[in-house]
């Protein structure tokens, strides 16, 4: 993301300023407003297979930048151009080429051409394709993947690393004056240190009384969330006015959430005598998603909108780089440290549910489980979905799985609730596998089975480990789970008590954030009986990252030790109604950071 807001900036500047970059082949002319075809020096260019706008558009600026890689598509049949080196897959045939991301040739030549050059894009026919590069998959878990990226910007592109906290401060700030003028600026806070820090920022930029803050109590914030967020601004000396369910499905849940706060923005400006064409909208990093999805019922959102009254002053900021401008702003440490907490707050961290979530699926996969978890055993007596682990899976993998499992007996399998996770580059929302053991596991075996599982199983999106005995009976039923205020108090109580450990430890800083969610399943409830499924239990979610873009789970022993987990796991268990406690074991990606 900083890859692509510096490029931006750089190409932004450019343009406007009419100053020309280094060219390959000539400069890219747009053709129409809605255009899919560029004029490369006279030349008509096709943007194969690049269907958003935006992406042409970043494709056409890369050009002028001195930047592309070509590729050949497999369902093409031509003799190739020799300046773009390829190698053609033995089946051309149209339906073998569907999967563009899997089944792209193996050799990509990055090439530069000469300004006066009047070739095309290298491969005869007037047609351009874009070999996509997602910088945030290479920062942290990928190795040497800052080197990468630095590569990219400073070798490559030419670009230099100008682009620093304070200089954007500075440009934030000015943008603001300029923008804003004398009129007035509404402030939605959601309590997290994103909407502090732009109220900060907006506070500093402008005159006493422009900014004017509301922060809301919608009922699901953390214990003593509210006072601390008061407390903070109001060193900062601004004025905090402070106002102020049976849904399941998590959009649902923050589209309500968004409606509440602009209805309360509205009231507001009215109650306030305020002119909507003399009031802007400031938005932290949180909330753009939210009050985009109530614009249904939002007129003056829509009105600001359109008016180009919305200001979002951190949008180029990540959570690290924000935290360097609370402190510079004065906000107290204790404060700026804390671990982010997500617009909707405590909303999204409650797992709600009325049936289990079981799809036809379901079996066939517990039964891959099955195999992944006694993979050894499986080895020597071979089970039909066995041959489908192996296909999906390196002989390396193979070993270590071999060696997981003849060294610890463990067990897996499908949780019947639904989780948010990532597929592409899009939400999806699927199943959760289940690991328990006899002993202690050595912790970086589960890690390892969290990376692979979802690999094998695209309809799972998290892998956890289950403390305590194995479970010999996984629940198939779940617990009505509604943001009722009795589940809401048991979270809030499980939350404090597990950062408490946390901070007493000494371990704070080195988690960057650490959610626990509560989820509608009552573990070791024997089936037979006909006691209805009561109980709830916990997942914590120990979270390492240096951007929030990207970030791995905290292998217990290492980047936090196993005794803070395991005190954790007994303060949390002394709350009525927690059956079982879980701990995240998936990255991001395939999961969320929540």
């Given at each position: 993301?900083?890859?692509?807001?510096?490029?931006?900036?750089?190409?932004?500047?450019?343009?406007?300023?009419?100053?020309?970059?280094?060219?390959?082949?000539?400069?890219?002319?747009?053709?129409?407003?809605?255009?899919?075809?560029?004029?490369?020096?006279?030349?008509?260019?096709?943007?194969?297979?690049?269907?958003?706008?935006?992406?042409?558009?970043?494709?056409?600026?890369?050009?002028?930048?001195?930047?592309?890689?070509?590729?050949?598509?497999?369902?093409?049949?031509?003799?190739?151009?020799?300046?773009?080196?390829?190698?053609?897959?033995?089946?051309?045939?149209?339906?073998?080429?569907?999967?563009?991301?899997?089944?792209?040739p193996l050799t990509i030549q990055l090439f530069q051409g000469e300004d006066n050059d009047d070739s095309d894009d290298g491969r005869g026919r007037g047609e351009m394709m874009r070999v996509k590069l997602t910088p945030v998959m290479t920062v942290g878990l990928t190795e040497n993947g800052k080197v990468i990226l630095k590569n990219l910007l400073f070798d490559i592109s030419g670009c230099s690393g100008t682009f620093t906290v304070q200089n954007r401060e500075l440009e934030c700030t000015q943008e603001i004056k300029e923008r804003v003028g004398t009129s007035k600026v509404l402030v939605l806070l959601s309590g997290g240190v994103d909407a502090t820090v732009c109220t900060a920022l907006l506070n500093r930029a402008l005159n006493q009384g422009q900014v004017i803050a509301v922060h809301i109590d919608n009922g699901f914030m953390r214990k003593r969330e509210c006072q601390s967020v008061e407390g903070a601004l109001k060193k900062l000396g601004i004025q905090v006015k402070q106002n102020l369910k049976m849904t399941t499905s998590p959009e649902e849940k923050r589209k309500i959430i968004g409606i509440t706060f602009v209805k309360i923005a509205n009231e507001v400006v009215g109650e306030?005598?305020?002119?909507?064409?003399?009031?802007?909208?400031?938005?932290?990093?949180?909330?753009?998603?939210?009050?985009?999805?109530?614009?249904?019922?939002?007129?003056?959102?829509?009105?600001?909108?359109?008016?180009?009254?919305?200001?979002?002053?951190?949008?180029?900021?990540?959570?690290?780089?924000?935290?360097?401008?609370?402190?510079?702003?004065?906000?107290?440490?204790?404060?700026?440290?804390?671990?982010?907490?997500?617009?909707?707050?405590?909303?999204?961290?409650?797992?709600?549910?009325?049936?289990?979530?079981?799809?036809?699926?379901?079996?066939?996969?517990?039964?891959?489980?099955?195999?992944?978890?006694?993979?050894?055993?499986?080895?020597?007596?071979?089970?039909?979905?066995?041959?489908?682990?192996?296909?999906?899976?390196?002989?390396?993998?193979?070993?270590?799985?071999?060696?997981?499992?003849?060294?610890?007996?463990?067990?897996?399998?499908?949780?019947?609730?639904?989780?948010?996770?990532?597929?592409?580059?899009?939400?999806?929302?699927?199943?959760?596998?289940?690991?328990?053991?006899?002993?202690?596991?050595?912790?970086?075996?589960?890690?390892?089975?969290?990376?692979?599982?979802?690999?094998?199983?695209?309809?799972?999106?998290?892998?956890?480990?289950?403390?305590?005995?194995?479970?010999?009976?996984?629940?198939?039923?779940?617990?009505?789970?509604?943001?009722?205020?009795?589940?809401?108090?048991?979270?809030?109580?499980?939350?404090?008590?597990?950062?408490?450990?946390?901070?007493?430890?000494?371990?704070?800083?080195?988690?960057?954030?650490?959610?626990?969610?509560?989820?509608?399943?009552?573990?070791?409830?024997?089936?037979?009986?006909?006691?209805?499924?009561?109980?709830?239990?916990?997942?914590?979610?120990?979270?390492?990252?240096?951007?929030?873009?990207?970030?791995?789970?905290?292998?217990?022993?290492?980047?936090?030790?196993?005794?803070?987990?395991?005190?954790?796991?007994?303060?949390?268990?002394?709350?009525?109604?927690?059956?079982?406690?879980?701990?995240?074991?998936?990255?991001?990606?395939?999961?969320?950071?929540?």
């Open positions: 993301c900083r890859a692509r807001a510096l490029l931006r900036r750089k190409l932004y500047q450019a343009h406007r300023t009419g100053i020309p970059g280094p060219q390959l082949a000539g400069t890219a002319k747009v053709k129409s407003p809605g255009w899919r075809e560029i004029t490369l020096h006279g030349k008509l260019i096709h943007l194969a297979g690049i269907a958003n706008a935006y992406a042409r558009k970043l494709t056409v600026r890369l050009i002028n930048i001195n930047c592309l890689m070509v590729f050949e598509k497999e369902t093409i049949q031509q003799p190739p151009n020799p300046r773009c080196s390829y190698n053609d897959s033995k089946d051309s045939s149209p339906e073998k080429g569907k999967d563009r991301r899997s089944k792209l306030m005598n305020l002119k909507p064409e003399e009031v802007f909208l400031a938005q932290g990093t949180l909330w753009p998603d939210l009050i985009e999805s109530a614009s249904l019922v939002a007129k003056l959102i829509r009105k600001l909108r359109e008016e180009g009254k919305v200001i979002a002053p951190l949008k180029d900021f990540h959570q690290d780089e924000v935290r360097i401008l609370g402190r510079e702003f004065g906000l107290p440490e204790e404060f700026v440290s804390r671990h982010p907490f997500p617009g909707p707050s405590l909303a999204i961290r409650v797992i709600c549910a009325e049936e289990p979530y079981i799809c036809k699926d379901f079996p066939e996969t517990n039964n891959i489980l099955k195999i992944v978890a006694d993979f050894f055993a499986s080895v020597i007596k071979p089970h039909t979905l066995l041959q489908r682990v192996k296909a999906c899976t390196t002989e390396e993998a193979q070993e270590k799985l071999v060696q997981i499992t003849s060294l610890h007996s463990l067990n897996a399998f499908l949780l019947p609730v639904k989780t948010v996770g990532v597929r592409g580059d899009c939400r999806s929302y699927s199943y959760v596998c289940g690991i328990s053991s006899k002993d202690e596991p050595d912790w970086e075996s589960p890690i390892f089975l969290a990376r692979l599982i979802p690999r094998l199983c695209h309809n799972i999106n998290r892998v956890v480990y289950i403390f305590g005995p194995p479970v010999k009976e996984p629940p198939t039923e779940v617990t009505p789970t509604f943001l009722t205020t009795g589940v809401l108090t048991t979270l809030r109580q499980a939350d404090f008590e597990a950062h408490n450990v946390l901070r007493e430890s000494g371990y704070a800083g080195k988690v960057s954030q650490m959610p626990v969610i509560l989820t509608p399943l009552h573990f070791d409830r024997d089936p037979l009986q006909k006691h209805p499924s009561c109980q709830r239990a916990m997942v914590i979610r120990t979270f390492i990252t240096s951007d929030f873009m990207t970030g791995i789970p905290g292998t217990l022993g290492i980047e936090i030790p196993v005794e803070v987990v395991l005190k954790t796991v007994t303060e949390i268990k002394k709350i009525p109604g927690i059956s079982q406690i879980m701990y995240n074991l998936t990255s991001k990606l395939p999961a969320t950071t929540e």
